[in-house]
């Protein structure tokens, strides 16, 4: 059983895959590891410490030749796992709904895909969950860069030269992104409110120390524990209660996502013009089509002289963390489904028919076919 890990060739991807922890553990479970030369760099983690933890390094192919299971952050082009064995599997994140013809090329290579973005949201896969592990990162770093575009602070503090305001935040979709914002918010001295459309929240929010902030009747849960798209009666309701709300903050924090669609608009460039010149917008969503009107991915964008911030690829700010997290999540999954006696994981139908998208040349996955 090989498992090959490759440096990460997508714009902007910082993290990697495996980390000299999990290749340990790996190794213990009688895997053999070989890691691309370079692959841990971007995340602060040399050749030589893969090396001592036992990996073989080298170049792309010599690591992916005779792989049984490749792991990636974001899948690869299917070309450069020609030297894996027929059926390999490859654990990543594969954008399945944004990327069906990457999805259709591994089905075409005769690889096995898996998709970690579709691990169920059930107990027993909370810790193999690389969006949990990555959204709370995200949640975190977008907390610090609008701290760091907003030109106040946001601690109350009582000087000799008088007083500075504690600043107003306001974070808008509270899953696990937006719980962290609220608490990296809090412990940087904020005043803290949030919204979101799912009622369950409410009481999480206030668990934080800050104040929900929820238009009547605005319900909108869908499956698994995610949100569904609102109606247009509830986006006129929710329209309003951002509009009477968001002008008197200082920093939002959009962290809104419907699965498998565009992101939903939660703030228009009118509402926008309402807020305090020097006012800062984190929309985290921007890469799946924005929370905000005007946001751009990785620019700082000035509209009514508020800034309006998001990247396209947050935990990649935090690459060793992110990269670490990651890695004990492919490593968790892996090994629950170990199989001793085979020496490789057999995984089982609840888990690996919702993340498996490919398999003996078809696209398997039924959430994909539901789709079209
Ligand atoms: P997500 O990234 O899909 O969405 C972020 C948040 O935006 C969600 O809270 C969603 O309700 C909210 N949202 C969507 N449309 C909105 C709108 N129009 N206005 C305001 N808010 C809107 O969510 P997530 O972070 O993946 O978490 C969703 C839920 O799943 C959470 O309750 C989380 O605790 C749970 N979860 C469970 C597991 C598990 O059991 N294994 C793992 C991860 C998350």
Partial sequence: MRIAILKERAPGETRVAATPETVKKFLALGAGVAVEEGAGESAAVSDEAYRDAGAEL?????TVKGADIVLGVQAPDPAILEGARPGAWVAALFDPFGNPDRVRAYAAAGLEALAMEFMPRITRAQSM???SSQSNLAGYKAVIAAADEYGRAFPMMMTAAG?????RVFVMGVGVAGLQAIATARRLGAQVSATDVRPETAEQIASLGAKPVFAEGLEASGEGGYAAELTDEQKAAQAELVSGHIAKQDIVVTTALIPGRAAPRLISDAQIATMKPGSVIFDLAVAQGGNVEGSVADEVVERHGVKIVGYANTAAHLAADASALL????YNFLSAFWDKDAG???LDEEIGDAVRLTRGGE???ERL???G
């Fill in 369 to 371: 076919r539901e789709r």
């Fill in 327 to 330: 890695a004990r999540n492919h």
């Fill in 163 to 167: 007083t500075v305001q504690a600043a």
């Fill in 129 to 131: 969950d690389v969006l």
């Fill in 344 to 346: 490789k994981p057999v």
């Fill in 58 to 62: 080298g170049p792309a192919a010599a």
């Fill in 363 to 365: 696209v398997v996955s």
